[in-house]
């Protein structure tokens, strides 16, 4: 089956998925559980949806992109859905929004997103790939402050 499917892209979602958040710039961490997400275009919005700003500094998502990206009839919102973050896996590699969250390597025995500042403006036009799956992005815990002060040091910028 070629990677580009979309039948491929659907069997790559992952479902009830924990996910450990790292946001660099405030020293935070975060135990998310995904589900439901098709692509990390979708992860991006959703996370900064969920994060910003009541965990983390900055601009929130218009609610024109988190319903694009959840469960909005409005797939792709006038003006596009921009970029909140540069997401890198705990290797220091960039995730690509046009990968699947599936595709984050473990770290430790999960997924790893690091967030931090976008080097670059970035957008894109479509809020999901399966209009019919639900996502999920829920914030399972916040980690305790010395808990997150430790992942610095096992994670590469």
């Known amino acids: 089956m070629p990677a580009d499917s979309w039948l491929y892209g659907l069997l790559m ?3 009830l998925e924990p996910l450990l958040v790292l946001h660099r710039p405030s020293g935070t961490g975060f135990e998310v559980t995904i589900g439901g997400i098709g692509d990390n275009f979708q992860l ?10 009541e965990h983390v500094p900055g601009e929130p998502p218009l609610e024109s992109w988190v319903e694009a990206a959840s469960v909005g009839p409005d797939l792709e919102p006038e003006g596009g859905i921009r970029g909140q973050f540069q997401l890198s896996d705990a290797s220091g590699a960039t995730i690509w929004n046009e990968g699947h969250p599936s595709d984050i390597p473990l770290f430790e025995g999960r997924r790893v997103v690091v967030l931090d500042p976008p080097p670059y403006l970035r957008s894109w036009n479509a809020g999901r790939v399966y209009p019919m799956m639900t996502p999920l992005v829920d ?10 002060a430790s992942w610095p040091a096992k994670v590469s910028s």
Do not use: F
């Not at 991006?44 to 700003?53: F, K, S, V």
């Not at 914030?139 to 997150?148: C, F, G, H, K, T």
């Open 139 to 148: 914030i399972a815990r916040v980690l305790p402050a010395d808990e997150a």
């Open 44 to 53: 991006h919005t959703l996370l900064a949806y969920r994060l910003i700003p």
């Open 13 to 15: 979602v992952v479902d």
